[in-house]
């Protein structure tokens, strides 16, 4: 079984599961990411802090997977002071044209967009050549949402990878973009144990 890896260092990116084994599992790593990112933000932070974002981690991540049939997620936290934003993977065999296929993955060609869809080349070390996509759209109620999708196909593993982010507030999206990039760079797939 093939899956997404990372080495990236940086206290703001933590994988997390789409589906848990027990809540005491979800608690114990909601423990781990709040002391984490806290102690990157505090010298010492105070307990009820520590334990309002254990419970807002743990809230958040318990039906993670209602919200998209991803293979892995991983969960930036940027700051202890605003809303964790998933980041999903998505992994299929590779089947027919590349660069048709990486557009579908990327959406390059969506509608109902609010203005045209960016789609930049993303070359990584690991992942190889790929696209890079930033799509504007509104929801029913005029919310203005931004998706930021990257897509490969790594030939040696034959696959395709996407990576994608949906934000409900494009100015985070773009103070952030260089880290969310940063992280896509440090990609790559490998074989579960």
């Known amino acids: 079984m093939k899956f997404v890896d990372t080495d ?8 997390t599961f789409m589906q848990w084994k027990s809540e005491d599992e979800r ?3 909601a423990e781990l990411c709040a002391l984490a990112v806290l102690h990157a933000h505090e010298e010492k932070p105070k307990r009820r802090r520590i334990k ?9 991540v318990e039906n993670l997977s209602e919200l998209t049939p991803a293979d892995q997620a991983f969960l930036f ?3 202890p002071d605003q809303m964790p934003v998933p980041a999903f993977v998505l992994m299929a065999k590779s ?3 590349r660069d048709a296929t990486l557009r579908q993955v990327v959406q390059a060609d969506a509608t109902s ?9 993303f070359t990584t070390e690991r992942l190889g050549e790929g696209l890079r996509s930033t799509r504007y759209w509104s929801t029913a109620d005029d919310q203005l949402i931004v998706t930021v999708r990257y897509g490969w196909r790594v030939e040696e593993a034959g696959i395709d ?9 494009p100015g985070h999206m773009a103070a952030y ?3 969310v990039d940063d992280f896509a760079r440090s990609l790559w797939v490998s074989e579960a144990g």
Do not use: H
């Open 52 to 60: 309002g974002l254990r419970k807002l981690l743990s809230a958040f």
């Open 161 to 169: 990878v996407c990576f994608y982010m949906v934000w409900n507030d």
């Open 27 to 29: 608690e114990e790593w």
């Open 113 to 121: 967009v609010v203005r045209p869809v960016e789609v930049d080349p």
């Open 8 to 15: 990236s260092e940086t206290l703001q990116w933590f994988p």
């Open 177 to 179: 973009a260089d880290a």
């Open 77 to 79: 936290i940027p700051d």
């Open 95 to 97: 089947e027919g044209d």
